[in-house]
């Protein structure tokens, strides 16, 4: 039988306290603290388990026979291990979300869209205050707010539908 360990990835537990909220703290607490008893109960096991010595068990057993026919279908059992199928499917969709451009194309997006509010920000920030605003100022800092008297030479100045 195989008696090799199973590599555990190491948690960066400060990391791990930075995010969570301060009303899952006792949860988060309970977590470590079982995590690192079973890394402790796990760090304490051999390497390898026991050999079993059959000459003691032949020695005790009146039916020798049938400690030779344990023996050899315990060195015959194989333990499965069972097989990642999943780590290179993420890794692959990893790599093409990397590649993708959907992603570079959402960030050049957003930078676009940045730099416009960043405008419209300075914007509002320099503008007259609203109290002392005429109304051709207001037209001018805000041209949608300007009305039509030629195309609409009654009060509202607007379509019903627009107001």
């Not at 692959?92 to 997006?109: F, H, M, P």
């Not at 869209?113 to 800092?141: G, S, V, W």
């Given at each position: 039988?195989?008696?090799?360990?199973?590599?555990?990835?190491?948690?960066?537990?400060?990391?791990?306290?930075?995010?969570?909220?301060?009303?899952?703290?006792?949860?988060?607490?309970?977590?470590?603290?079982?995590?690192?008893?079973?890394?402790?109960?796990?760090?304490?096991?051999?390497?390898?388990?026991?050999?079993?010595?059959?000459?003691?068990?032949?020695?005790?057993?009146?039916?020798?026979?049938?400690?030779?026919?344990?023996?050899?279908?315990?060195?015959?059992?194989?333990?499965?291990?069972?097989?990642?199928?999943?780590?290179?499917?993420?890794?692959?969709?990893?790599?093409?979300?990397?590649?993708?451009?959907?992603?570079?194309?959402?960030?050049?997006?957003?930078?676009?869209?940045?730099?416009?509010?960043?405008?419209?920000?300075?914007?509002?920030?320099?503008?007259?205050?609203?109290?002392?605003?005429?109304?051709?100022?207001?037209?001018?800092?805000?041209?949608?707010?300007?009305?039509?008297?030629?195309?609409?030479?009654?009060?509202p100045h607007k379509p019903i539908a627009d107001l």
């Amino acid at each position: 039988m195989a008696g090799r360990r199973v590599p555990c990835k190491a948690v960066d537990w400060l990391a791990f306290a930075e995010r969570v909220p301060p009303n899952q703290r006792g949860m988060f607490n309970a977590l470590k603290t079982r995590s690192d008893a079973i890394a402790a109960k796990l760090s304490s096991l051999p390497e390898a388990p026991a050999a079993i010595d059959w000459s003691y068990y032949r020695s005790t057993v009146a039916n020798s026979g049938m400690v030779d026919e344990f023996e050899k279908k315990f060195k015959a059992l194989k333990v499965p291990e069972p097989v990642d199928t999943q780590t290179n499917a993420i890794n692959s969709q990893e790599a093409e979300a990397n590649r993708t451009k959907v992603l570079w194309s959402y960030i050049e997006g957003s930078k676009v869209r940045i730099a416009q509010y960043e405008e419209e920000l300075a914007k509002f920030k320099n503008m007259i205050p609203f109290d002392q605003m005429t109304i051709e100022d207001l037209n001018a800092t805000f041209p949608e707010t300007t009305l039509d008297k030629a195309k609409y030479p009654y009060w509202p100045h607007k379509p019903i539908a627009d107001l």
